[in-house]
């Protein structure tokens, strides 16, 4: 049996699920997940950090559009707070010159290496040279988001349906059949929120592809001495973004910082540069990692332009992209789903992510087209 909705989401990562609890509202909509279960993809497998001068322009706007929702979300919308203190230190050395000077111009603070060494007691100070500071950095709760806007989308009669691969998208009339392994939906908008595959969403419904780049990372969890109260270390990563480590459910995350091309698949470590993140880990920090509890590897898919790909189709009517969230598909989450709310429900976009500087026209798939946007 064929059903009817208003709108069908692809993907219940952070990007599907928060558009579709903003869509909910106004309209019917089906929430297609191939996985068992929400959020196993990239959303599962991030360092859950929210930086507010990380990344491009348009992503520092959507950060900083995202911090009032963050602070204070909707009622109801959660049980707990959503950001926690965590900061960020940058450590280098000796010919680090250029990266201090762009950290201090995003704001980041020259702090003593006794300051570091407060911050970080392990922290070998004749391993490095340099230290910088940005105590504006917060750690997420990620699943709390995630759950939050899910369950926000079920109490407006959204339905989440998991394994529910899309495996065919065709006209049908000015719509769409989307034709899954859970059944099969007529609707006239299709709204394509699959991550890594949304350019491979986009071939199953014959719209010319984006191009976008999914980039592997690495990360390692291992047990710190305990000795060591890790609670309030910040996110330490090495100038120039060659590794970094911070604090993740009573563990230290230790990741190369890896941006391998990849296509889409579900990822895995790579262990050769975890290997040799640990040991970059071991130079700085006063340890010696004897074995990693667990190893994951997760996709960061940027848009060609290193920026989010979020609008309509310019080719093919009824086709929606929210995809190329890189690394920031988290912090920016708030903004860039009631942003794609309003343009996918051709609604005035709110005046506070205007304020904030966002410029829609460099968000949207037009620009790869080179058609008027
Ligand atoms: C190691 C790492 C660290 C990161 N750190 C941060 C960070 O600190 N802060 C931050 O903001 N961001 C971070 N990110 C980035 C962030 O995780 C991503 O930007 C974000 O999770 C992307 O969300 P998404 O919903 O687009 O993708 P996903 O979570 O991958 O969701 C896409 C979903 O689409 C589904 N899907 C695909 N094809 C189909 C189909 N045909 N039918 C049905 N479903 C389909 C998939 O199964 C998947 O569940 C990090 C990422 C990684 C890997």
Redesign the pocket.
């Known amino acids: 049996m064929t059903m009817d909705t208003d709108i069908v989401v ?7 699920a928060s558009v579709a609890a903003r869509l909910a509202p106004h309209a019917s909509v089906v929430l ?4 068992d279960q ?14 507010p001068g990380y990344g491009p322009p348009s992503i520092i706007s959507l950060t900083s559009a995202s911090r009032s929702f963050f602070m204070s979300p909707d009622d109801g919308f959660c049980d707990g707070p959503l950001l926690s203190p965590r900061g960020i230190l940058m450590i280098g050395g000796e010919g680090d010159g250029d990266h201090v000077r762009e950290a201090q111009e995003l704001g980041m603070v020259q702090m003593s290496l006794d300051e570091a060494k407060d911050r970080v007691p392990p922290l070998k100070t004749d391993a490095v040279s340099v230290a910088l500071i940005d105590e504006g950095a917060l750690d ?1 709760d990620v699943d709390l988001l995630h759950q939050g806007f899910l369950r926000e989308f079920r109490r407006l009669a959204g339905q989440l349906h998991c394994r ?4 065919a998208l065709s006209r049908e009339g000015t719509g769409w059949l989307v034709e ?1 392994s859970a059944g099969d939906w007529r609707t006239p908008l299709v709204v394509n ?5 949304c350019d ?2 986009a071939a ?1 419904a014959g719209v010319r592809p984006v191009g976008l780049q999914p980039k592997r ?1 690495s ?1 390692a969890l291992i047990t710190p001495p305990d000795s060591w109260d890790i609670s309030n270390y910040p996110l330490v990563f090495g100038a120039g973004e060659t590794f970094y480590f911070k604090p993740m459910s009573g563990k230290l995350m230790v ?1 190369p910082a890896d941006a391998t091309v990849v296509e889409p698949h579900d990822a895995w470590a790579d262990d050769m540069l975890i290997a040799e993140a640990i040991d970059k880990f071991q130079q700085v920090m006063d340890v010696e990692v004897r074995r990693l509890d667990h190893t994951w590897g ?4 940027f848009g060609s332009d290193g920026d989010p790909v979020v609008g309509y189709d310019p080719e093919v009517s009824g086709f929606f992209w929210l ?1 190329g ?8 989450s708030p903004t860039l789903s009631r942003l794609a709310a309003a343009l996918a429900l051709s609604q005035t976009i709110p005046g506070d992510i205007v304020a904030a500087g966002v410029d829609v026209s460099a968000l949207s798939p037009a620009r790869f087209h080179g058609a008027a946007v």
């Open positions: 692809i993907g219940a990562g952070i990007a599907g297609l997940e191939r996985e929400p959020g196993y993809h990239s959303t599962g497998r991030s360092a859950a950090t929210f930086v997420i529910a691969e899309v495996k899954t929120a699959a991550g890594a595959w491979a969403v199953l990372r990360a990741s997760g996709l960061r898919t995809a969230q890189g690394g920031y598909g988290i912090q920016t």
